[in-house]
């Protein structure tokens, strides 16, 4: 493959799971912090892809390649707190701490709580026993491996 194909299959590759995250998200299955927090490499990755084609050289190839092993680290972080291999952030855990408020609090349905948490720890949706932080870490590495196969191709 060409420096110029690679670099298209990278973006579009992390087009691709950037939109199928905001498919999901549209079809209901609200993303965790950790899930928004995946995306945000992906839109660097689309970016450098874009400046890559027009651009020689290494650098932004290899800053492609950063950008897809950032969401796969992510992922793999938040693959371990799904899997309860490790403990995840406070914030998006679900593990407040509701014993100050007062029984009246609770029963209160005019206060408004804010929107709903969506928690990390749990798995929202999964294929063949894969949850979409750990297909993202699949395809973010695979990603990975064709932005440094574009970097060795480069002049």
Not at 1 to 29: C, P
Not at 122 to 146: C, D, T
Request: hydrophobic share 55%; aromatic share 10%.
């Amino acid at each position: 493959m060409t420096r110029t194909n690679l670099i298209l299959a990278a973006t579009l590759g992390s087009l691709a799971l950037l939109l199928g995250a905001f498919g999901f998200q549209a079809l209901g299955y609200a993303p965790c912090q950790m899930c928004l927090w995946q995306r945000y490499p992906h839109a660097a990755a689309i970016l450098i892809g874009l400046l890559a084609l027009a651009m020689p050289g290494r650098i932004l190839p290899l800053l492609g390649a950063l950008a897809a092993f950032s969401t796969a680290a992510i992922g793999v972080f938040h693959t371990g707190v799904e899997r309860k291999w490790w403990e995840g952030i406070t914030s998006c855990a679900g593990t407040g701490d509701i014993t100050t408020l007062s029984a009246t609090d609770l029963l209160d349905t005019s206060r408004d709580l804010g929107p709903p948490l969506v928690k990390c720890d749990e798995v929202a949706w999964e294929f063949l026993g894969i949850s979409m932080a750990s297909w993202n870490v699949l395809f973010s590495l695979a990603f990975v491996a064709l932005w440094l196969m574009a970097a060795r191709r480069s002049p």
